[in-house]
């Protein structure tokens, strides 16, 4: 089946730091969805992207669709503290009836 | 954006007997859907809540270890039926849809299952 993979699995930055993340797949979808994860909670939205080439930002984060249509990319500036948790892609292919296919997600850690 | 509530947040509960979770969204959607997230792991489509009929299961999950119910738009429960241990995980609510075109799809915040 179809499958994501995230690089790195995990990162310890410092404070402050820049961090960029990947996602990368086989296959071509047509949407990406990038999440973070706080411990004991579900998953929050924090960017989608529709077109490839596309760069979108909220705040501090900016993901990028690739132009292959097969990676992601996700980066966030200055990190701080409440940057730490688990960041998942994932894509979507075309229609309603396609179920969204999630990555193993990267967890990040800020030192302070 | 859609808001997400889920009951119980979480629960400790023994082996052999079986826990509801229930998922309310504050606006209708069409699409609804419960995931297993098992410690330290990335998300598990378990099945698409269908209204009005029986919803839809992925590979390795089956009806009679979760049934699953969806009465209206705004609604969905989840069973976790004859708990073992390795039942023990945060079982997730999310809905989806198109706005213009566009597929997004949001989170609850998740029940977590501990089964002794």
């Known amino acids: 089946g179809q499958q994501l993979n995230q690089s790195p699995q995990s990162m310890f930055i410092q404070e402050g730091e820049d961090v960029s993340m990947n996602c990368t797949s086989s296959?071509?979808?047509?949407?990406w969805l990038w999440y973070k994860q706080d411990p004991g909670e579900g998953p929050v939205l924090l960017i989608a992207?529709?077109?490839?080439?596309e760069l979108t930002s909220n705040g501090r984060l900016t993901a990028q669709f690739g132009i292959t249509r097969k990676d992601s990319f996700l980066n966030i500036s200055a990190s701080i503290p409440s940057d730490v948790g688990i960041y998942f892609c994932?894509?979507?292919?075309?229609?309603?009836?396609?179920?969204?296919?999630f990555g193993p997600g990267t967890s990040l850690s800020v030192i302070p | 954006s859609a808001v997400i509530s889920q009951k119980p947040s979480r629960d400790i509960c023994q082996r052999g007997t079986s826990l509801t979770i229930q998922c309310q969204v504050d606006?209708?959607?069409?699409?609804m859907f419960w995931y297993r997230q098992q410690p330290g792991q990335s998300l598990t489509l378990i099945a698409t809540?269908?209204?009005?009929?029986?919803?839809?299961?992925e590979s390795g999950f089956v009806i009679d270890k979760f049934p699953i119910s969806r009465p209206n738009l705004t609604f969905s429960t989840l069973t976790v039926s004859n708990m073992s241990p390795e039942d023990s995980s945060i079982y997730l609510c999310?809905?989806?849809?198109?706005?213009?075109?566009?597929?997004?799809?949001?989170f609850g915040p998740g029940t977590r299952l501990t089964v002794t």
């Open positions: 999310s809905v989806a849809g198109l706005a213009g075109g566009s597929y997004e799809q949001y």
């Open positions: 296959s071509i979808f047509n949407t």
């Open positions: 992207l529709y077109k490839a080439g």
């Open positions: 994932a894509g979507h292919r075309k229609t309603s009836y396609d179920k969204v296919i």
């Open positions: 606006s209708q959607v069409t699409m």
């Open positions: 809540a269908n209204q009005g009929s029986e919803a839809t299961y």
